[in-house]
């Protein structure tokens, strides 16, 4: 079993997120713990997000008191409901839990069914729950779990038990091609990526590019490739270096050959589907470009980003360093291409929710579909000054996100006046 862990400030986004999937027959709530039972038995993101005002009201000095966790068992385990709140509320009491409140969805919408589970690390008093060390944590308790519930163990490569260990180049200490050789030489035994794309985005973040480069060998046209260490800046450094310093397994050929088996392994990774959801649940919490990097950085995934000289988004890739495995957008899903991406972050759509709701080709029957169930509360007339309303969920929403921004200054209000001010 994997889990991966987010960390953010939107319990809003994080909620809302999941409710959509039961609005659309994706999934559906397993468990509510310390959540009052509606009266018509049906949680509305409204409900769900004041269940968690007391501990967010009561929060201090937390920067990130949102915790967005996957619990993903492997394909072949085939576990029941009942099993699935079993192992979150296991899971939850090794990670030290169990006093608050969380809500556990199961999600169907791809083959390999798992479960997210909302809740806050801020007690009831304010102060944090410990996290430190929590990745391991997380692996020492799904390790448990997949023991006491008979699942398939995790692969070790994906849970970067034999990680290697690559340095950034730094331009800036000397001695370039010994650095470059450290990383070029030994990340295709290392890491899937199917074409020079996404090698380059890989190398980017040792701060490598490489370029294609062409001409002619006793008569005969040659291609080859040659390497530049990058600046702080991600601008070109130095003098370029050819392939064939480093290796094979740095030239063209041996990288093409590569490429195809990576595509082929690519096809059918298991990790597809969790770096997916992983993605599409950081969106939904993310505030913006840098908020999105930064939880997405903390699971193990770096997003390289490029743009044209206008500044427009025209490739995004995301690299999972647990599973070693490098996607561009468009392999994830056509809802989390490089257009997406330059809409959300110009501000074309204003939004900060996940790809789905970015569609602009949603269909009315769809609007309307995703207005009932849990977006019922959309009709009703508040008198407590807490609009929850989902405009910027919903495709094309226009100007600010006067609905979010109505939720926080409400939160800040109740604050002010438990401080008595």
């Known amino acids: 079993m994997i889990a991966k862990i987010g960390k953010g400030i939107n319990i809003f986004g994080a909620v809302s997120y999941n409710q959509l999937k039961v609005a659309k027959e994706n999934g559906k709530v397993l468990l509510a713990h310390k959540l009052p039972d509606p009266l018509d038995g049906h949680l509305t993101v409204a409900q769900i ?18 915790r967005h966790i996957s619990l993903n068992p492997d394909p072949s385990d085939k576990v029941s409901d009942e099993r699935f709140m079993k192992i979150a509320e296991q899971y939850m009491k090794e990670m030290g839990y169990a006093s608050q409140p969380y809500i556990v969805y199961k999600h169907t919408d791809i083959e390999r069914t798992h479960i997210h589970i909302v809740t806050t690390c ?43 260990f690559f340095k950034p180049v730094s331009y800036t200490k000397g001695d370039i091609k010994g650095q470059l050789a450290a990383v070029i030489r030994y990340l295709p035994q290392y890491y899937l990526f199917p074409n020079l794309g996404t090698y380059n985005a890989l190398l980017s973040t040792f701060n490598i590019t490489c370029e294609l480069v062409s001409g002619e060998a006793n008569g005969k046209p040659k291609k080859g490739l040659v390497y530049f260490a990058l600046d702080a800046k991600g601008e070109k450094a130095g003098n370029p270096f050819k392939s064939s310093l480093f290796g094979r397994h740095a030239g063209l050929e041996h ?8 595509k082929m392994v690519l096809a059918k990774h298991p990790s597809k589907a969790i770096l997916k959801n992983t993605v599409e649940a950081a969106m939904h919490m993310a505030t913006g ?41 468009s392999q994830l899903g056509k809802h989390l291409s490089a257009n997406i991406f330059d809409d959300w972050w110009s ?6 929710t996940a790809p789905g709701i970015l569609n602009k080709q949603a269909s009315a029957e769809s609007k309307e579909h995703e207005l009932a169930g849990p977006f019922q509360f959309l009709n ?19 100007g600010e996100d006067y609905e979010e921004h109505a939720f926080e200054n409400w939160m800040k209000k109740k604050r002010k006046r438990r401080r008595g001010i």
């Open 255 to 262: 990288l093409e050959i590569h490429f195809g088996k990576s």
């Open 289 to 329: 470009e840098m908020d999105f990097k930064k939880q997405l950085l903390g699971q193990g995934i770096n997003v390289v980003v490029r743009r044209n000289a206008d500044g427009r988004v025209y490739g995004i890739t995301f690299i999972d360093h647990e599973s070693r495995s490098v996607w561009n957008g």
């Open 122 to 164: 801020v007690q009831i008093d304010g102060s944090k729950i410990n996290d430190s060390y929590d990745h391991h944590r997380s692996m020492a308790a799904c390790r448990n779990i997949e023991r006491e519930f008979n699942l398939k163990p995790a692969n070790e490569k994906t849970q970067q038990s034999d990680k290697p």
């Open 49 to 66: 997000c004041r269940s968690f005002e007391p501990y967010l009201l009561a929060n201090n000095k937390t920067e990130k008191p949102v």
């Open 380 to 398: 009703v007339n508040r008198d407590d000054g807490l609009v929850i309303a989902l405009g910027s969920l919903l495709p094309e929403g226009q």
């Open 347 to 352: 501000k074309r759509v204003k939004t900060n």
